[in-house]
Structures are given as structure tokens and as C-alpha cells.
T-cell receptor
């Protein structure tokens, strides 16, 4: 157990729908990162939050949004889902706001859009 | 911008063989950090090692060893006496000093299959 908790583990939904993925960081970690892993795109950085504030943004679609709450858990909202959004979504956390110590990853949420 | 290349897309070996996974990186910074992660078939990403750019000592952890060579911008990973449980996708990653998430760069990964 890495200490980073992601729920749900699996999600199947229809095109056009909206889903929310949840992440609880490791105890003491202030940063949360979201990644998308699809078969043909590798690990794509989506967004980073540090202590409730957005810190960095990657190639996150406008249909996707995220936030980090005062208790430091984070949610990734995906709306108007398309078949191409099917992927493994990872959350990771780190103690500080910088990446030089690397991340601890959660076990991921596998999203299937049908 | 920094870049990580893992030229080997897939490798297959027979159990007990040694195998080396290559990682070549590009960065303009003199201070940076290199990482290896393992993704077994179950899907989770497991941290293996972190190395900073000032420490070129090779590291050994059981059957795993890492060879960091700044002269060739490489950070290769060797598994000695491979086992079936080593079958996974392995990612090399690079972070420049004091960077944010968008600059933590993963390589495309190498899929290792260890056959019994």
C-alpha cells in the first residue's frame, strides 16, 4: 500500500456522461498530481495542486477539471466523456510542491467509456 | 525542454537471464534527478530509485542495479537473474531541480517479459 488512495478502482460509463475520480494523498503530502495513461499516449501529466492551489497544468482538456480540498484530497472531474477518454487515471502525491523527490502513485482508476 | 528516451519498446528474456533496460535523457540543467518506476500487470506504478545528478555512483539493490553515466546522459537499469515476477513496464523519468509537475518527464516505457 503506497499510502495514496484512489477511488473508484474501476468505472464504466457511457459517452456524454460526467464522472468524478477521487484521490487521498499520502499522509503529510501537500501536492497532488493527476496523470492519464492511455495505450498510445504513455503517461500524460494533467494537473498539479499544492496545498489547495493549482501549481502546474499539463495537456488537460477543457472538459476536465480538478480541485484540491482543505483536507488535501483531490477530485478530477471528467465531463462530456468520449470513447478516447478511456484510460488509466493516476493520482500521485509528494511532500512539497517540487518534483525533485519524485512521487508516490496510487493504484489508479481504470475508466472505460462505452 | 528535457526529454527521456527508452529506445527498447519491448524485451523478452528467459528466466535467470540478465537484462538491461536503457534510458537516455536530455536536459540543460546541471542539477537534475532521475527515477525508475515499475508498472506490473496489476497496473500500479511503483517507485524503484531516485538519483541526483551529482551522484554518479552505481547503485545495487538485490538483483537490481543502476548505472548512471553523465558522459553519455544515460541511466540504465539492470536486472540480474531475472524472474517471472519482474515482468512489467519500466519507466525512466527526469525532473530538473525544483520543478513543478509539468516538467517531470517520463519516458515511453519498456515492456519486459520474463518467460519461464
Amino acid at each position: 500500500d503506497s499510502g495514496v488512495t484512489q477511488t473508484p478502482k474501476h468505472l464504466i460509463t457511457a459517452t456524454g456522461q460526467r464522472v468524478t475520480l477521487r484521490c487521498s494523498p499520502r499522509s503529510g503530502d501537500l501536492s497532488v498530481y493527476w496523470y492519464q495513461q492511455s495505450l498510445d499516449q504513455g503517461l500524460q501529466f494533467l494537473i498539479q495542486y499544492y496545498n489547495g492551489e493549482e501549481r502546474a497544468k499539463g495537456n488537460i482538456l477543457e472538459r476536465f477539471s480538478a480541485q484540491q480540498f482543505p483536507d488535501l484530497h483531490s477530485e478530477l472531474n471528467l465531463s462530456s466523456l468520449e470513447l478516447g477518454d478511456s484510460a488509466l487515471y493516476f493520482c500521485a502525491s509528494s511532500r512539497g510542491g517540487r518534483t525533485n523527490y519524485g512521487y508516490t502513485f496510487g493504484s489508479g482508476t481504470r475508466l472505460t467509456v462505452v | 525542454a528535457q526529454k527521456v528516451t527508452q529506445a527498447q519498446t519491448e524485451i523478452s528474456v528467459v528466466e535467470k537471464e540478465d537484462v538491461t533496460l536503457d534510458c537516455v535523457y536530455e536536459t540543460r540543467d546541471t542539477t537534475y534527478y532521475l527515477f525508475w518506476y515499475k508498472q506490473p500487470p496489476s497496473g500500479e506504478l511503483v517507485f524503484l530509485i531516485r538519483r541526483n545528478s551529482f551522484d554518479e555512483q552505481n547503485e545495487i539493490s538485490g538483483r537490481y542495479s543502476w548505472n548512471f553515466q553523465k558522459s553519455t546522459s544515460s541511466f540504465n537499469f539492470t536486472i540480474t537473474a531475472s524472474q517471472v515476477v519482474d515482468s512489467a513496464v519500466y519507466f525512466c523519468a527526469l525532473s530538473e531541480a525544483f520543478d513543478y509537475g509539468q516538467n517531470f518527464v517520463f519516458g515511453p516505457g519498456t515492456r519486459l517479459s520474463v518467460l519461464p
